[in-house]
T-cell receptor, first 113, second 111 residues
Framework: DTAVSQTPKYLVTQMGNDKSIKCEQN?????MYWYKQDSKKFLKIMFS???????INETVPNRFSPKSPDKAHLNLHINSLELGDSAVYFC????????????FGPGTRLTVT | GENVEQHPSTLSVQEGDSAVIKCTYS??????FPWYKQELGKRPQLIID?????GEKKDQRIAVTLNKTAKHFSLHITETQPEDSAVYFC??????????FGTGTRLKVLA
């Protein structure tokens, strides 16, 4: 019954590795987002897709690549992980035409050692 | 560029007292202002929002006020309870998909 789900919940990996985080929403929304929340709790938008089309692409290193295979899924692939990538990554979704409310997933805590 | 300032960064109140958190935004085209509550280790969740054509909105113990001229909006929580303890985020959006979040306020309600 989960509205926005993410896997994995925790991810511990070494510098230089490549990893992916997956997100799925069953709300029928057409817009999905990735946010990064750093150790100071600051929430910053990274990417957004609307109907599988990239509409927001903030200043994020090229090592981060989002992919949206369909409206219900938005994945985040990170190459060559660095210590500074350690954070909690939240996926979110919204129904663009009816409401601006964004529904957040449970988050993925990424730790790079 | 777009910016949302949020104050205070931490706030401690006695149970039953009121709490006020203030935000200032820079983009005058912003027209949607949500407030999110994030409990420890949990996801941010919307608690109240306001659109630019409204000056105030209330939902039980929480209310939000908006001053478009001054580009200020505030969250008011009355009769605070221990379960109100969390980090609160304001955000501003110009009706597109992009939220600009404030830096968060850690509220502690002391029993």
């Amino acid at each position: 019954d989960t509205a926005v789900s993410q896997t994995p919940k925790y991810l511990v990996t070494q510098m230089g590795n490549d990893k992916s985080i997956k997100c799925e929403q069953n709300l029928g929304h057409d817009t999905m987002y990735w946010y990064k929340q750093d150790s100071k709790k600051f929430l910053k938008i990274m990417f957004s897709y609307n109907n599988k089309e990239l509409i927001i692409n903030e200043t994020v290193p090229n090592r981060f690549s989002p992919k949206s295979p369909d409206k219900a899924h938005l994945n985040l692939h990170i190459n060559s992980l660095e210590l500074g990538d350690s954070a909690v990554y939240f996926c979110a979704s919204s129904q663009s035409r009816e409401s601006y409310e964004q529904y957040f997933g449970p988050g993925t805590r990424l730790t790079v050692t | 560029g777009e910016n949302v300032e949020q104050h205070p960064s931490t706030l401690s109140v006695q149970e039953g007292d009121s709490a006020v958190i203030k935000c200032t935004y820079s983009d005058s085209a912003s027209n949607y202002f949500p407030w999110y509550k994030q409990e420890l280790g949990k996801r941010p969740q919307l608690i109240i929002d306001i659109r630019s054509n409204v000056g105030e909105k209330k939902d039980q113990r929480i209310a939000v006020t908006l001053n478009k001229t001054a580009k200020h909006f505030s969250l008011h929580i009355t009769e605070t309870q221990p379960e109100d303890s969390a980090v609160y985020f304001c955000a501003a959006s110009r009706g597109t998909y992009k939220y600009i979040f404030g830096t968060g306020t850690r509220l502690k309600v002391l029993a």
